[in-house]
Nanobody, 119 residues
Framework: QEQLVESGGGLVQAGGSLRLSCAAS????????MGWYRQAPGKQRELVAG???????IYANFVRGRFTISRDNAKNTVYLQMNSLKPEDTAVYYC?????????????WGQGTQVTVSS
């Protein structure tokens, strides 16, 4: 069973940066993609970014150019570098893991980490 543990959330001023980390444990060989979703109060969860073991990436338009996803396959860890943060980036950020074939499918979720951006 895949387990995902996030860290790195917190409070930051607008324009600042944060780096989220997510360590995955488990031995599922079907997992070849990891990523991040977020959910703001009163809103649905939305994909932020994803990355495969071969470093194919996907980004939501609202973070393109500001956020960068990366991974360390040896450590089973995925990172989300968030720069130029805006108050509207405030949300709970969830690490996800799954598979990429012809599309992205995430079947495992972490517990979430709060990111708060003050204006």
């Amino acid at each position: 069973q895949e387990q995902l543990v996030e860290s790195g959330g917190g409070l930051v001023q607008a324009g600042g940066s944060l780096r989220l980390s997510c360590a995955a444990s488990g031995t599922s060989s079907s997992i070849n993609a990891m990523g991040w979703y977020r959910q703001a109060p009163g809103k649905q969860r939305e994909l932020v970014a994803g990355i495969t073991s071969g470093n194919r990436t996907i980004y939501a338009n609202f973070v393109r150019g500001r956020f960068t996803i990366s991974r360390d396959n040896a450590k089973n860890t995925v990172y989300l570098q968030m720069n130029s943060l805006k108050p509207e980036d405030t949300a709970v950020y969830y690490c996800v893991a799954g598979a990429y074939g012809r599309s992205w499918y995430f079947s495992h979720w972490g517990q979430g980490t709060q990111v708060t951006v003050s204006s």
